[in-house]
């Protein structure tokens, strides 16, 4: 298998449970990234994790919480979310530095209820 | 601040119409500009990288041009099947957005046959 694979593709939630979104990237790539995309917004970079380390968008909410255990697999966990975190979560991998678009995976459509 | 302004937010063309998608961009430092194409419920598809002013790349009915401030998505005899949502990115230097990919909010094309 090759390219960018995330799973669930649909997700429905309540805000009470607790679930989490996978991640993962068969190309060799060491950073490895989760964007937000809402209607009529731009996609939100939320998290990047690049040879390892960390580096967030301080405005997320601490309910997402990422975890990315090697450089093939990035998690995304969810919990207590609100109405207005519905959105397609992509999940996305580079090569860090060197100037190449990212591939993206098809995503996860969350709904919270 | 690194910014993305994608124009326009729809455009509805008959097929054979030409037409052009616009992006303006702020950035310090571009290290690369992106198209790509995604259509509902899938992630982003790459479809060009341009690294400066001045640079033209093609693939198949799609053209995109770069200049220093913006850049251009032609679109020659547009079909159908070319009906999607056309994103634009810009990587900046580390300095600004830290590398990492800044989107705008997208065109999306409808073409009718």
């Known amino acids: 298998e090759t390219g960018v694979t995330q799973t669930p593709r649909h997700l429905v939630m309540g805000m009470t449970n607790k679930k989490s979104l996978k991640c993962e990237q068969h190309?060799?790539?060491?950073?490895m990234y989760w964007y937000k995309q809402s209607a009529k917004k731009p996609l939100e970079l939320m998290f990047v994790?690049?040879?390892?380390?960390?580096?967030e968008n301080n405005s997320v909410p601490s309910r997402f919480s990422p975890e990315c255990p090697n450089s093939s697999h990035l998690f995304l966990h969810l919990h207590t979310l609100q109405p207005e975190d519905s959105a397609l979560y992509l999940c996305?991998?580079?090569?860090?530095?060197?100037?190449?678009?990212?591939?993206f995976g098809s995503g996860t459509r969350l709904t919270v209820v | 601040e690194d910014q993305v302004t994608q124009s326009p937010e729809a455009l509805r063309l008959q097929e054979g119409e030409s037409s052009s998608l616009n992006c303006s961009y702020t950035?310090?430092?571009?290290?690369?500009l992106f198209w790509y194409r995604q259509d509902p419920g899938k992630g982003p598809e790459f479809l060009f990288t341009?690294?400066?002013a001045g640079e033209e790349k093609e693939k198949e009915r799609l053209k995109a041009t770069l200049t220093k401030k913006e850049s251009f998505l032609h679109i020659t005899a547009p079909k159908p099947e070319d009906s999607a949502t056309y994103l634009c990115?810009?990587?900046?230097?580390?300095?600004?957005?830290?590398?990492?990919?800044?989107f705008g909010k997208g065109t999306k094309l409808s073409v009718k046959p």
């Open positions: 996305a991998s580079s090569q860090r530095g060197v100037t190449r678009g990212y591939t």
């Open positions: 190309l060799g790539h060491n950073a």
């Open positions: 994790y690049s040879l390892e380390e960390r580096v």
């Open positions: 950035v310090s430092g571009l290290r690369g």
């Open positions: 341009l690294y400066s």
């Open positions: 990115a810009v990587q900046g230097g580390y300095g600004g957005s830290q590398g990492n990919l800044i």
